[in-house]
Every structure is written in structure tokens, then in C-alpha cells.
């Protein structure tokens, strides 16, 4: 073995630990793919994951203030770009990061936007809609674009239905965020003193506007549901295993009195996420059959 090979696989271990530290539910979904496409987005997850924990309370923790965090993520998304050029990092996240990205053809056209997301997060303290249409996508929209750009390299993808497939990774990972945000409404708020939907700060957020968002959450679900069904197999029972966790978490917010969303997270617990398992295992069919009934509510 080459010395770059094992440099190679160390730095893809390191991104694996990523996940199993910070995500069950992607993590979970992540097992059902073919081993190159699970480490592919293992090391996506682990650089999205990495400058997310900056911007949310690490770098903070470690006495950095925002102008400080702003210069690591501007150092992060450098050795990044440098990265998808050469091939190398000394940073073993972005080595990772950078091999999976040059395989797929995942360029600074998707990581640019992300890293302007996660700066907005040190200077944007409440989101307008159209702040929050460029936040979600940078932070969430084109990581579902990483991720299909890894899927399509997969045997069996769906040819000459790129517009199709990149609206529905687009509303995926929308969705994801949309669920996130108010799944951490309380955190936000009250630590971060962010708020990212209009009317949902803790003098504002009711139960007209928790069924309001999670209607919209819905209909993202509801618009990337067919996109599944359109990904190569080896992607698809996990893809459709994450939208069903997903789906679970909005169900479960729905549930949760608007008042509690302001002082606690929401989470589906361990036989919740099993029953989905097993549902979508099952019958990967469901998936998109629950995308129908979801955009007919």
C-alpha cells in the first residue's frame, strides 16, 4: 500500500466517526448504501458536519469569538478549494471530503454556497423569506446535490433525468433543514438567539403557525418522494429510509405542543426509528406512495 492510499483510508475513517458521533438518523441510512457511496457521503457529512459545530457552539466553547469562527470557516472552505485541486489536505475531514468531490464531480459550485450559509449563521440573527430561501440552500439544498452527484455514479442511474432528480434532492434537503429548525427551535432561540422562520420566535411561535410549517415540510417531502424512485438501486432504500425518518420527526413536531417546541427537542426514539426501518425495508414502494398522499393534504 501506497503512502497516499493509507493517508487516504485514515482520512476517511476519521470522517466515518463523524457521523457516528453527531447523526443516528442519516447515520442509520447511510448503512444501507453500497460501501463506496457510504463512504462518499460519510465524508460530505463529515465537512458539512465539522463547519456546522463551528458556527453552532464548538469554536465558541473553545472562547472564539464571531469574528474568529468567521476566520476559521474562511480557512476551512480555502483548504477545501485548494483540496478539490490537488487532491490533498493535511486536514484528514477535508481530504476526505476532497477525494469523494472529485469522483463525483462535486465542484466549489455546490461548496460555496454552503460556507456563505454558515457564515450567515454569525451575522444573521432573524431571516427574512428571502434570507431564508439562500440560507436553506446553501446549508441544505446542495448538500442533497453532493449527495446525488455520489448516487448517480451508482449502477443503474437514471439517465437524462438530471432536471427531475436535482429538484427532488433540492426539496429533500429542504425538507431535512425545515424539520431540523424546528426541531431545535428551542436551542435557536433561547441559546443561539437565532430565528430562522418569521413568526416563530418565542413571543410569536403558536400552534396555527407549528401546523403552517409543518405543512410546508410536507409538501417538500411530498415533491422528493418520486425522485427516489428514480435513484439507482443502491441508493434508493436508504434515501427512502432517511425521508421516512424525516416524515417521522415532522408526525412527532406535529404532535408536540407549540409551547414545548420552545423549551425542549423533539426526537423519535429508537423504536420509532425501527418501525420506519422496517416499513420502508419492506416495502420501498411506501415511499413514494406517501409522497402522493402527502401532497394531497
Not at 44 to 71: C, F, Q, T, W
Not at 103 to 120: C, H, K, Q, T
Amino acid at each position: 500500500m501506497d503512502s497516499l492510499t493509507r493517508y487516504t483510508q485514515t482520512a476517511t475513517r476519521s470522517a466515518a466517526v463523524v457521523i457516528s458521533r453527531y447523526s443516528t438518523s442519516f447515520g442509520l441510512a447511510c448503512r444501507l448504501l453500497p460501501p463506496g457511496a457510504r463512504r462518499d457521503v460519510e465524508n460530505i457529512y463529515a465537512l458539512v458536519r465539522v463547519a456546522d459545530e463551528a458556527v453552532d457552539g464548538a469554536a465558541a466553547a473553545a472562547g472564539l469569538d464571531p469574528a474568529a469562527v468567521g476566520e476559521q470557516l474562511d480557512r476551512l472552505e480555502q483548504e477545501t478549494a485548494a483540496a478539490l485541486r490537488t487532491g490533498y489536505s493535511t486536514n484528514l475531514v477535508v481530504h476526505a471530503f476532497a477525494g469523494s468531490a472529485r469522483s463525483a464531480g462535486i465542484g466549489m459550485d455546490l461548496v460555496e454556497p454552503f460556507f456563505a450559509s454558515m457564515r450567515a449563521d454569525l451575522t444573521v440573527a432573524e431571516h427574512s423569506a428571502e434570507s431564508l430561501g439562500e440560507y436553506i440552500y446553501g446549508s441544505a439544498e446542495v448538500v442533497g446535490l453532493m449527495c446525488l452527484r455520489v448516487f448517480q455514479t451508482l449502477p443503474g442511474a437514471a439517465q437524462g433525468r438530471d432536471a427531475e432528480l436535482a429538484a427532488a434532492a433540492r426539496s429533500l434537503g429542504a425538507a431535512f433543514q425545515k424539520v431540523n429548525f424546528l426541531r431545535d427551535l428551542a436551542a435557536d432561540t433561547r441559546e443561539l438567539g437565532r430565528t430562522y422562520f418569521s413568526d416563530a420566535g418565542p413571543a410569536d411561535f403558536d400552534e396555527a403557525r407549528k401546523h403552517g410549517l409543518v405543512a410546508d415540510i410536507r409538501a417538500d417531502l411530498a415533491a422528493a418522494a418520486p425522485g427516489i424512485g428514480l435513484l439507482a438501486p443502491g441508493a434508493r432504500r436508504a434515501v427512502g429510509l432517511a425521508h421516512g425518518l424525516f416524515s417521522a420527526l415532522a408526525d412527532r413536531i406535529e404532535q408536540v405542543p407549540a409551547a414545548e417546541l420552545l423549551t425542549s427537542r423533539v426526537r423519535v426514539g429508537g423504536p420509532g426509528k425501527a418501525r420506519v426501518a422496517l416499513r420502508v425495508l419492506a416495502r420501498p414502494e411506501s415511499v413514494a406512495r406517501a409522497g402522493l398522499q402527502g401532497a394531497a393534504r
